[in-house]
């Protein structure tokens, strides 16, 4: 009877190490590649398991139900953006939960043309309300506060990748400009702004100069020399005359040949009809684009159109002349092309 009681309490503490093993250390997880998961702030637990099994995630839930239940993780849900790598166990993903340790996301902004670019951007990236930041985009006391108004407040915002935590406990509004600021303060170094002054441009005129020849060129080693142009145009009270400008004004994004339609439009933005800059940038510029624009080229051209090669370069005149002959050869080629 001895030894039965002796091997039926080993029996017994054999299962319970394996059945906590199973329950703590045994993989939980289903997935073969990492598995995002963002939780919402204010979600319960049970939001938290519909997202596990909305991803099909674990292969057994009562087990991730217990370890939750006995470190007290389903008490307090921590949002964020989590990353489930394979083969977790029930004890890596309740430690991972319960101490918040969500993993980072990047803000890329790129190619961003209209405020409602941005403030989707933001809202797909960040779990921040995209109609939020669109109404502080276009409320004056916010604009007024950054020395913006709401024309031009996408010349504040710097291109380029940033990190942040997704969730709006640690990245709410007030959070995300703080970053936004730094960007522009630490991209405005006193070079840049005396560079500017000796240009006689505020920096949102600069922006908004950037802006223009971020949309006209396609090789970059072109911005400086269209930066010449366009400043001998401003310095000589021409009008601007630049395509992407009207573009924007129309919202004909998708538009390969700018028509009389473009030109003719009604818009402060169409620098065919107004001289100057236009009232803000059409787009937020790489700090290339900017930069083009604070070292442009010193040279007389005042033109410049596509060549017909269609190669993507310009070809650069110094008079209307010469402009005709090329966008005479330029326009032939696009109705060859059949590009109207």
């Excluded at 269609?310 to 005149?317: H, Q």
Aim: glycine share 4%.
């Amino acid at each position: 009877m001895k030894k039965l009681f002796l091997l039926l309490l080993v029996l017994v503490v054999f299962a319970a190490l394996y059945g906590g093993y199973t329950v703590f250390q045994q993989p939980n997880t289903s997935n073969t590649k990492a598995v995002v998961i963002k939780i919402k702030t204010g979600s319960t637990y049970n939001d938290l398991l519909n997202l596990l099994r909305e991803k099909k995630l674990l292969k057994n839930e009562m087990s991730f139900e217990l370890v939750s239940r006995y470190k007290k993780y389903n008490e307090r849900i921590k949002p964020g953006n989590y990353v489930f790598s394979p083969g977790m166990n029930n004890r890596q993903m309740v430690n991972m939960l319960k101490a918040g340790l969500q993993v980072p996301v990047k803000l890329v902004v790129y190619n961003i043309r209209t405020k409602e670019d941005f403030a989707g951007l933001v809202g797909r990236t960040l779990e921040l309300d995209s109609n939020e930041v669109l109404e502080n985009l276009n409320h004056k006391t916010f604009c007024d506060s950054l020395h913006c108004n709401t024309d031009n407040i996408l010349s504040f915002f710097i291109a380029d990748n940033y990190e942040f935590y997704w969730d709006k406990q640690n990245t709410d509004m007030q959070k995300f400009m703080e970053v936004m600021r730094d960007a522009n303060e630490n991209f405005w170094t006193e070079e840049r702004l005396k560079r500017a002054e000796q240009l006689n441009f505020t920096k949102t005129q600069v922006v908004t100069l950037a802006s223009i020849v971020e949309k006209e060129v396609i090789f970059d080693k072109e911005m400086t020399t269209v930066a010449g142009v366009y400043l001998n145009r401003l310095n000589i009270g021409m009008p601007l005359q630049a395509d992407p400008t009207l573009v924007f004004a129309t919202r004909d994004f998708d538009t390969r040949r700018v028509t009389n339609y473009h030109k003719e439009f009604d818009s402060p933005y169409n620098t065919y009809k107004y001289a100057g800059l236009p009232p803000g940038p059409i787009c937020i510029p790489r700090k290339k684009s900017i930069d083009a624009v604070l070292n442009a080229d010193e040279h007389n051209y005042l033109y410049f159109c596509a060549n017909p090669d269609m190669s993507g370069y310009s070809i650069f005149s110094e008079n209307y002349e010469q402009q005709m002959k090329v966008a005479a050869m330029y326009r032939k080629k696009l109705n060859a092309m059949h590009i109207h």
